[in-house]
């Protein structure tokens, strides 16, 4: 019940395609959900997060889009860039004693081809 | 602004052999946490912790121990290690308000064991 599960696990568009990232979970105490972007050598850090009271959200060039009765989120990327390629995690969070905990889906990496 | 500092980088070690990964953090975040990164197994949660002298276990905690004496650090301490732990570790960070928080990550340690 604690997983999330991420697909594609490898995606190629040609720039200015727009790359569709899926997530679901099962576990509906989940409340928040965040894209995390991640350059070789580098951490993840935080692209863009969704709270399950609304259905869509966008930041730049960057989509959430929700569906809380399917349990379903996904990201979409407009115009998408070579600047792009890198490694996309999606998660999900939970509130627990004190804080909260995090499970990340196992990633999709993107290559945009110039 | 420093954010989430990890070291070392890079560590190779020897079945058997301890080790400590140090994570340091500049922001006052309450939250720190450990992951590993395994190729298509994204993120897993080893341990982590809601403030100075308050740690929990996480999905993968066996092998690991943590402390957390200040704020500011979090380290995670192999005693005996073993090649499954062979993996890149991150450490990240986040504020606590009673709602989930996007987490600020480390650049990660790449650890092998021989």
């Known amino acids: 019940q604690q997983q999330v599960k991420q697909s594609p696990q490898s995606l190629i568009v040609q720039k200015g395609g727009i790359p569709i990232i899926n997530c679901a979970y099962e576990?509906?105490?989940?409340?928040?959900f965040p894209w995390y972007q991640q350059f070789p050598g580098k951490g993840p850090a935080l692209l863009i997060a969704?709270?399950?009271?609304?259905s869509e959200k966008k930041e730049g060039r960057f989509t959430i889009s929700f569906n809380k009765s399917a349990k379903q989120f996904s990201l979409h990327i407009m115009d998408s860039q070579p600047g792009d390629s890198a490694t996309y995690f999606c998660?999900?969070?939970?509130?627990?004693?004190?804080?909260?905990?995090?499970?990340f889906g196992a990633g999709t990496r993107l290559f945009v081809k110039a | 602004n420093a954010g989430v500092t990890q070291t070392p980088k890079f560590q190779v070690l020897k079945t058997g052999q301890s080790m400590t990964l140090q994570c340091a953090q500049d922001?006052?975040?309450?939250?720190m946490s450990w992951y590993r990164q395994d190729p298509g197994m994204g993120l897993r949660l080893i341990h982590y912790s809601v403030g100075a002298g308050i740690t929990d276990q996480g999905e993968v905690p066996n092998g690991y121990n943590v402390s957390r004496s200040t704020t500011e650090d979090f380290p995670l301490r192999l005693l005996s290690a073993a090649p499954s732990q062979t993996s890149v570790y991150f450490c990240?960070?986040?504020?606590?308000?009673?709602?989930?928080?996007?987490?600020?990550f480390g650049d990660g340690t790449r650890l092998s064991i021989l």
């Open positions: 576990n509906t105490a989940f409340d928040y």
């Open positions: 969704i709270r399950p009271d609304v």
């Open positions: 922001m006052n975040h309450e939250y």
């Open positions: 990240a960070s986040s504020r606590i308000d009673g709602t989930n928080q996007p987490q600020h």
């Open positions: 998660a999900a969070s939970i509130l627990n004693t004190g804080g909260f905990k995090t499970i």
